[in-house]
């Protein structure tokens, strides 16, 4: 899921066939451990460094990346009251330092650019739904006008920014991103293998049946497309990708499905020590993120109904799985991609048996 804001006046992102436009970009990524200061400590860090590379705003002074600098000399714990260092005060300088670049940008530049992956990673800890809404309602007022958010993260962003602030997802659009077809994904591998074929002192072949394997593994999703394509071609080792290297590089030590448990799945596959329960989450894979009903679970698991209504429950405490609150005995994975992950998993553990 793709959300973004715009906030536009006059030629700021009016975008013809051929035009090119020139913004302030800042990219950044948010992980799990982030918090409210460490947001604006890397926006401002990004800032400040895209600052420094124009001319006409040199001068500029970011408030702060400067209140930053304080509150980690102070070695003090930020807080939501009114006390030393306080979290308004900071979204207010970071809103600041906006709405003042916003104002003085040459006209050169287009506008400001702030795009944040894995938004759904942080959004909570960090507050990033009330700072974007604050953001937004004070260049409104001050008509600094020239900002372009977009975040992407899973369909569960939505969710935290409301819990940071209720309305800040309406300032949003959100893109739902469908998963590649199969000659997108082979696309993909053909443009990544000539990148390595350009940088590498010998070419790398790949047969297609290989590389409709690597497509059909990742079912269209691209970070499953990325890293079952990238441990494969680590795993080569004649300059000939095969599906000898394909096989080796899915349950290898930090191979394709170590790393992308790691980053996404394993807090909630593993968050159990349950065959059982974990039974359970392979049967609902099967439909995807759909609904399940609770006895097509017990007759494809072929567990006690208090074995599986032990394990919804658990799962369901855990936010592994969700509940339907309109039809009784309903459930479903939260998200497509955890019910990937769930499927190719096991179907390339019976092929490696």
């Known amino acids: 899921m793709i959300l973004q804001s715009v906030i536009a006046t006059g030629k700021g992102l009016t975008v013809g066939a051929a035009e090119r436009l020139s913004f302030i970009t800042i990219n950044l990524v948010l992980q799990e451990q982030d918090d409210l200061l460490s947001l604006v400590k890397k926006i401002s860090s990004k800032f400040q460094g895209e600052i420094r590379k124009r001319d006409p705003l040199k001068s500029?002074?970011?408030n702060a990346w400067d209140f930053v600098s304080r509150i980690e000399a102070a070695g003090v714990k930020l807080h939501k009251g009114d006390r030393q260092f306080s979290e308004t005060e900071l979204l207010d300088r970071l809103i600041e330092d906006f709405v003042a670049v916003a104002g003085s940008l040459p006209d050169e530049t287009d506008?400001?650019?702030l795009l944040i992956d894995e938004a759904d990673q942080g959004a909570e800890r960090t507050r990033l739904g009330l700072f974007?809404?604050?953001?937004?309602?004070?260049?409104?007022?001050?008509?600094?006008?020239?900002?372009?958010?977009?975040?992407?993260?899973?369909?569960?962003?939505v969710d935290l920014f409301r819990a940071s602030h209720e309305s800040s997802p309406r300032i949003f659009r959100s893109l739902?991103?469908?998963?590649?077809?199969?000659?997108?994904?082979?696309?993909?591998?053909?443009?990544?293998?000539?990148?390595?074929n350009a940088k590498n002192p010998r070419t790398v072949?790949?047969?297609?049946?290989?590389?409709?394997?690597?497509?059909?593994?990742?079912?269209?999703?691209?970070?499953?497309?990325?890293?079952?394509?990238?441990?494969?071609?680590?795993?080569d080792s004649d300059w000939t990708i095969d599906m000898g290297d394909v096989s080796r590089s899915l349950f290898g030590e930090n191979g394709a499905f170590d790393q992308l448990g790691k980053r996404y799945f394993n807090h909630a596959?593993?968050?159990?020590?349950?065959?059982?329960?974990?039974?359970?989450?392979?049967?609902?894979a099967e439909e995807g993120d759909a609904w399940v009903e609770r006895n097509q679970i017990i007759a494809r698991t072929k567990l006690k109904a208090s074995t599986v209504d032990n394990a919804l429950?658990?799962?369901?405490?855990?936010?592994?799985?969700?509940?339907?609150?309109?039809?009784?005995?309903?459930?479903?994975?939260?998200?497509?991609?955890?019910?990937?992950?769930?499927k190719v998993r096991a179907r390339a553990e019976q092929q490696t048996r």
Request: glycine fraction near 6%; proline fraction near 3%.
């Open 176 to 196: 739902n991103l469908t998963p590649l077809s199969q000659g997108e994904c082979i696309e993909v591998i053909d443009k990544a293998l000539g990148d390595a």
């Open 269 to 284: 596959y593993f968050a159990t020590s349950s065959n059982d329960y974990r039974s359970v989450l392979d049967v609902m």
């Open 60 to 62: 500029l002074i970011l």
């Open 111 to 113: 506008g400001i650019l």
């Open 313 to 342: 429950r658990a799962l369901k405490a855990r936010s592994i799985i969700v509940q339907d609150e309109a039809i009784r005995g309903r459930y479903r994975l939260p998200t497509r991609s955890f019910a990937t992950w769930i």
């Open 132 to 157: 974007c809404k604050l953001l937004t309602e004070e260049l409104s007022r001050q008509q600094a006008e020239r900002v372009c958010i977009g975040l992407a993260g899973l369909p569960g962003t």
């Open 205 to 235: 072949e790949i047969s297609a049946s290989v590389k409709r394997a690597i497509a059909e593994l990742s079912e269209g999703y691209p970070h499953f497309l990325q890293e079952f394509g990238y441990c494969a071609f680590e795993e």
